[in-house]
Nanobody
Framework: QVQLVDSGGGLVQAGGSLRLSCVAS????????VGWFRQAPGKEREFVAA????????DYADSVKGRFTISRDNAKNTVYLQMNGLKPEDTALYYC?????????????????WGQGTQVTVSS
């Protein structure tokens, strides 16, 4: 069992930056791919970014490419999502998710473990 705690959300003006963190505890994080997803009120949860265990593979939603960067520090069992150039449409509850796999997935159903979510609000 892996427990995930995501944090780092907040209120920021358009054009600003935030860095989200996802810390894993419980069993070893080794071999787990991690994804970030977000869900705005009244909308379905959507893929944002993902990174493989080895960090050799990353993937981003088209809407965040060039603005968001996913990275991880396996020694600290932590995955980060650096968000720059934030827009009001980025406002959502952001979740990290983990799954023991080779490679990465952009599907909600591809992850077994989820954090509790951290709210990101971007004002115009």
């Amino acid at each position: 069992q892996v427990q995930l705690v995501d944090s780092g959300g907040g209120l920021v003006q358009a054009g600003g930056s935030l860095r989200l963190s996802c810390v894993a505890s419980g069993r070893t994080f080794r071999g787990y791919a991690v994804g970030w997803f977000r869900q705005a009120p009244g909308k379905e949860r959507e893929f944002v970014a993902a990174i493989s265990w080895s960090t050799s593979s990353t993937d981003y939603a088209d809407s965040v490419k060039g603005r968001f960067t996913i990275s991880r520090d396996n020694a600290k069992n932590t995955v980060y999502l650096q968000m720059n150039g934030l827009k009001p449409e980025d406002t959502a509850l952001y979740y990290c998710a983990a799954d023991r796999r080779v490679g990465i997935s952009s599907f909600v159903g591809g992850y077994d473990y989820w954090g509790q979510g951290t709210q990101v609000t971007v004002s115009s």
